[in-house]
């Protein structure tokens, strides 16, 4: 699905258009490969990024209890640190970022 999705998207791009990727682009590469192709097409390239701590996202995935089988903590952790979050260097790559940070004592 995702596939389709950028192939799509580059289209889209190409004719100037918007696009927002929101599927997980966990790894920096997964980030560079869509940045490089887009800047190819001529696309303005922004990066929104949204940071929680572990204690957060367990209590939303628990609050909202949508999954099935639920997901454990140990998952979550485990996904955490398999998360490479970009970092100033790849941030200069962009032509905008935008970071937020939840505190770790937000309640919804």
């Known amino acids: 699905m995702e596939g389709l999705q950028w192939q799509l998207a580059q289209q889209f791009l190409a004719l100037g258009l918007t696009v927002i990727i929101e599927w997980g682009?966990?790894?920096?590469?997964e980030r560079d490969a869509l940045r490089v192709r887009a800047r190819?097409?001529?696309a303005y390239v922004e990066l929104h990024y949204l940071s929680a701590p572990v204690?957060?996202?367990f209590a939303r995935l628990q609050h909202r209890d949508a999954e099935t089988p639920p997901i454990q903590r140990e998952q979550l952790m485990q996904w955490a640190k398999a998360f490479q979050a970009p970092n100033a260097?790849?941030?200069q790559l962009f032509d905008v970022v935008i970071t937020l940070e939840v505190p770790p004592a937000?309640?919804?």
């Open 106 to 108: 937000f309640d919804e």
């Open 89 to 91: 260097d790849e941030q």
């Open 40 to 42: 190819k097409l001529g």
């Open 25 to 29: 682009t966990w790894a920096t590469s």
């Open 55 to 57: 204690d957060v996202l």
